[in-house]
């Protein structure tokens, strides 16, 4: 069996530090709401940190959550007969920002450990890292995309130079509502079932998860202060409102942590606090051609954003 270099200890150490942090940097940006703190542990499965603002200046509602969970591998994550008697274990840093203004960018971002352990020798027989950060972008700047992309291929570029056109694909297959044949937004980076190999080691992948999380900030925050005090209309409201209705379906229908989530009996509250406050569902609309808003969507597909 090959020998595994557990990193469950040294990952909870680093989604702890990087919710305080980046819950810091939202409420400074924010300037008037706070982060509700509901801290929650489940007798032999594990705890977490749902940590959610609501109704602030900038941010009508996000949340960063953290959990920490363990037990025997459900059968519907089984995947092969070998896996039938394991034990998970999993942590994770979770985030969505939904901004009041429509002209500032929805994100998510996540981060991931993920180990598998024979129930009777409590060996590791896998361990894999995951995690990402997209971009939902309601009305299009251009600039805001090319520097999202820019600081998470730096991130990338730190550890490997592979990373980022290989996690920046995965993205854009990844964010797609294949149902209405187009991207949730501009897409970022996702990497999933990462696992060391002779070029990265575990401790590489876990310091890239914690670059990466940091990177986050850097990649986002300088576009809220850019675009948190722009006028807006109603109809820029309505049209934000219903592209959320876009973002819900992903989530609800193809999101792989949400479907985890409720597969392990996780706790629905954190599990749904990605979904924004106001959606709207129209029958058939369609945004006037040549409009910004058919600029954005003509957009929501795979781009070369640091070439465009």
């Known amino acids: 069996m090959k020998n595994f270099d557990s990193k469950r200890e040294e990952f909870t150490e680093l989604i702890k530090k990087l919710q305080l942090k980046i819950t810091e940097v939202i409420e400074k940006t924010d300037g008037e709401a706070e982060f509700q703190i509901d801290n929650w542990k489940r007798e032999k499965f594990g705890f977490g940190s749902t940590r959610v603002i609501e109704n602030g200046q900038v941010f009508e509602k996000g949340g960063v959550n953290i959990s920490v969970v363990s037990g025997p591998l459900p059968k519907t994550l089984q995947q092969n007969p070998d896996e039938k008697e394991s034990d998970f274990f999993a942590s994770g840093i979770s985030l969505v920002l939904h901004p009041r203004n429509p002209f500032v960018p929805t994100v998510h971002a996540n981060y991931r450990y993920f180990e598998l352990r024979d129930k009777n020798s409590n060996e590791i027989k896998d361990q894999w890292f995951g995690g990402g950060a997209d971009l939902t972008p309601y009305y299009l700047f251009k600039e805001d ?58 401790q590489d992948l876990c310091e890239f998860t914690n670059n990466a999380g940091l990177g986050f900030i850097d990649a986002y925050i300088p576009i809220v202060n850019l675009r948190k005090d722009m006028n807006y209309s109603q109809q820029n409201r309505d049209w934000q409102e219903i592209r959320r209705g876009r973002y819900v379906e992903f989530n609800l229908i193809h999101d792989r942590g949400t479907l985890f989530g409720l597969k392990t009996k996780g706790r629905i509250e954190s599990i749904l606090m990605s979904l924004p406050p106001h959606a709207q569902w129209r029958y058939n609309h369609n945004p006037k051609p040549g409009s910004k808003e058919q600029q954005m969507l003509d957009h929501l597909k795979e781009v070369n954003w640091l070439n465009i």
């Open 145 to 202: 995309a090319v520097h999202f992309h820019q600081i998470h291929k730096t991130v990338c570029d730190l550890t490997h130079p592979a990373f980022y056109p290989r996690f920046k694909k995965a993205c854009d297959e990844y964010f797609f509502n294949h149902h209405r044949n187009e991207a949730r937004g501009i897409g970022g980076i996702f990497f999933d079932h990462i696992r060391a190999d002779e070029n990265t080691s575990a």
